[in-house]
């Protein structure tokens, strides 16, 4: 068998890595993306217009009807005004804690779920679910797969 040669001297620093021919193909993908960047606007440049100022002579009446709109919209939203909420204890009430402030981040989980009035669950241990809906229309499981 033969012996493998070395790699050549010129250019290849690593066998198979061309820096030379890399580095030119470096700059000419810089090269090109300069030229794409001057030549842009003269191509592409519509695509930055909005699409009211292309066809905004093929409606006339748009811009009227338009102020007409955002009027009757002006109006609308004066006489549909939410009155603010600033007094929150006048439409949220909470119970003072029957019990001190837990002293550990560990006592705090549940420490008020305990009590009846202060519970989560309003609805207590008679509202059961009811099943899927294959159960309450009492199809076959063969229906369902």
């Given at each position: 068998?033969?012996?493998?040669?070395?790699?050549?001297?010129?250019?290849?620093?690593?066998a198979?890595?061309?820096?030379?021919?890399t580095?030119?193909?470096?700059?000419?993908?810089?090269?090109?993306?300069?030229?794409?960047?001057?030549?842009?606007?003269?191509?592409?440049?519509?695509?930055?217009?909005?699409?009211?100022d292309?066809?905004?002579?093929?409606?006339?009446?748009?811009d009227?009807?338009?102020?007409?709109?955002?009027?009757?919209?002006?109006?609308?939203?004066?006489?549909?005004q939410?009155?603010?909420?600033?007094?929150?204890?006048?439409?949220?009430?909470?119970?003072?804690?029957?019990r001190?402030?837990?002293?550990?981040?560990?006592?705090?989980?549940?420490?008020?779920?305990?009590?009846?009035?202060l519970?989560?669950?309003?609805?207590?241990?008679?509202?059961?679910?009811?099943?899927?809906?294959?159960?309450?229309?009492?199809?076959?499981m063969?229906?369902?797969q």
């Open positions: 068998m033969a012996a493998k040669q070395a790699a050549p001297s010129k250019g290849l620093a690593v198979g890595c061309n820096y030379v021919a580095d030119q193909i470096w700059k000419d993908h810089v090269g090109q993306e300069v030229t794409a960047t001057k030549t842009w606007p003269e191509n592409w440049n519509f695509l930055t217009t909005k699409y009211e292309l066809v905004k002579d093929q409606f006339p009446n748009r009227r009807a338009r102020s007409r709109r955002e009027k009757l919209q002006q109006e609308v939203t004066a006489l549909v939410v009155p603010p909420a600033t007094p929150i204890e006048k439409y949220i009430k909470v119970e003072p804690s029957p001190p402030y837990p002293a550990t981040a560990s006592q705090q989980i549940g420490w008020r779920s305990t009590e009846k009035n519970a989560l669950e309003k609805y207590g241990k008679y509202a059961k679910p009811k099943g899927g809906l294959v159960k309450q229309l009492d199809w076959p063969e229906a369902v």
